[in-house]
């Protein structure tokens, strides 16, 4: 059985609407995250959060929202969409945030806007 | 900032061949370096990690050995399986550049195919 599961699995979003992706991890994880990965850029970092606080956010846009209202769950609100956005977004867990831990990854959203 | 390079996007293989993938980076500090491998349907999961000059990562008969003289970090497996058909990243963290374990810089990826 998956240990972390994103929902959907597919998107499809019309430009300017609003999205959100959902994440669960089931590894009793403190530290979640979200990467995404295009056609033309390889898996990129976007956010990490570690009990729950935000850590680091390397998304440039606001737009992006990660939301969490549990300490497994990590999901992430995309408004205003843009056909850039068009991705597969990965989420993934450690069990802490810090140097050593393993990072685990869900089979991601692939999220198409056209 | 940090950057991985990939030489090959595809490579194709019989069983039994002998299969290497390049990756050299770029980083400022002394990074930890990995590789993971994605199967279709799934996310990225970790093969190893290497973190000093001359270290060698293995697993399931994959192996790679650090080369800071290098900057390098070639994936290689004496003999592939067709269940090794899968995309393989490098990829690289570093303390230095604010980098930590989970925040990774990714190269593109290589896509291996293994016939039978």
């Known amino acids: 059985d998956p240990k972390i599961i994103q929902k959907p699995k597919y998107l499809v979003a019309v430009t300017g609407s609003e999205k959100i992706l959902i994440c669960e991890q089931y590894l009793g994880h403190n530290a979640m995250y979200w990467y995404r990965q295009s056609a033309k850029k390889p898996l990129e970092f976007m956010f990490s959060?570690?009990?729950?606080?935000?850590?680091d956010n390397q998304t440039a846009s606001s737009r992006f929202q990660p939301q969490s209202s549990k300490k497994n769950h990590l999901d992430l609100q995309i408004t205003a969409l843009k056909p850039d956005d068009s991705a597969t977004y990965f989420c993934?867990?450690?069990?802490?945030?810090?140097?050593?831990?393993?990072?685990?990854f869900g089979a991601g959203t692939r999220l198409s806007v056209l | 900032g940090d950057s991985v390079t990939q030489t090959e996007g595809q490579v194709a293989l019989s069983e039994e061949d002998f299969l290497t993938i390049h990756c050299n980076y770029s980083a400022s500090g002394y990074p930890t370096l990995f590789w993971y491998v994605q199967y279709p349907g799934e996310g990225p999961q970790l093969l190893f990690r290497?973190?000093?000059?001359?270290e060698k990562g293995s697993s399931r008969g994959f192996e790679a050995t650090y080369d800071k003289g290098t900057t390098s970090f070639h994936l290689r497996k004496a003999s592939v399986q067709e269940s090794d058909s899968a995309v393989y990243y490098c990829a690289l963290s570093d303390l230095n550049s604010g980098g930590s374990n989970a925040k990774l810089t990714f190269g593109k990826g290589t896509k291996l195919s293994v016939k039978s």
């Open positions: 959060y570690s009990y729950q606080k935000l850590m």
């Open positions: 993934a867990s450690s069990q802490e945030a810090d140097w050593g831990y393993t990072l685990y």
């Open positions: 290497a973190s000093r000059d001359k």
